[in-house]
């Protein structure tokens, strides 16, 4: 199981760490750097800074918005980055949700987010092979544009640039039982948002279509400490902010994955707390079981029986979400 580091995106502005940390990582030998975009800092821009300060760690997106940009713009980004970084890009792509989509982003969702995100990869892999002008009947992502108000003046194009490797990585994050189906055969590799390493199981029938070299590159926190109670609570944190509160109340992925992971009832109570304003009760409402076995807490001991349970399963890679150097120190010297 390689490693990776999972910088996210930024708050209330840049993190003075992530370069840092970066360094670090490449230094201690992981195997990839994964930035990520909500609706604040973009995911390629301090890809592309870490890119310009290193030089043999990946970098990967984890994930870029697919309503953010068109498949063909998204294509652009990464074989251009590609290019700069000497192949060292991958490109992870999520489909985001309703109140994303259309609050940030200002584009329908999706009425068939399969659809949709299979005709997105299909472009991008057009743009990446440059063997022909890019087309697509397309209900999502037609190329040339044909809607009604076209000027039929659209010419097929393909990128005036020679992309550097027509089979750049391609990763999908996806939640759902048919996305992480349609993901294991398109896609290069798969980005869970949750992985428990006790549920294992429930994902089987889903990447049975995986080809060799299929990468699971599942993100958890990490953090080596003594009061797992309080290492929890940034983990706890998380989780409540993303159940609550990145979705609608009749439409949230992420708490309709919770539910599949066992913690329905209790979903749906930090949802009610969320969206009532009682954020700290919300986040106090997370079960510190279910937070414990999406993550790596506690003391070094404790992490590397752990970590046993992550190598034993289907995960190719872990990216840590981890805040300081000793943590992906130790991580680093327990995965070997």
Known sequence: ???????????????????????????????????????????????????????????????????????????????????????????GLGLSGPQVVEGWYGRPFPSSPLTATREYVDVIRQVLRREAP????????????????????????????????????VLLGAEGPKNIAQTARIADGWLPLYWSPLRTELYTAALAEAREGFMVAAMAQVRVCEDIAEGLKPVKAMLGFYIGGMGHAARNF???????????????????????????EAIDAVPDAFADEISLVGPKERIAERLELWRSGPVTDLLALSPDEETLRVLAELNG
Request: charged share 20%; proline share 8%.
């Open 1 to 91: 199981m390689r490693l990776g580091l999972a910088l996210g995106y930024w708050g209330r502005g840049p993190d003075p760490r992530h370069l840092e940390l970066a360094r670090e990582a490449e230094r201690l030998g992981y195997h990839s750097v994964w930035t990520a975009e909500s609706w604040g800092s973009d995911a390629f821009t301090p890809l592309t800074w870490i890119a310009a300060h290193t030089s043999r760690i990946r970098l990967g997106t984890a994930v870029a918005q697919m309503a953010a940009r068109t498949p063909t713009a998204t294509a652009m980004q990464a074989l251009t980055l590609d290019h700069l970084s000497g192949g060292r890009m991958m490109l």
């Open 134 to 169: 890019v087309r697509l009947e397309g209900r999502h992502h037609p190329l040339p544009y044909t809607g009604p108000d076209a000027t039929g003046m659209g010419k097929p194009l393909k990128p005036i640039v020679h992309p550097l490797r027509p089979d750049l990585p």
């Open 254 to 280: 992420h708490a309709d994955l919770m539910a599949r992971l066992g913690y329905g009832d209790e979903a749906r109570r930090v949802q009610e707390l969320f969206l009532a304003g009682r954020r700290a």
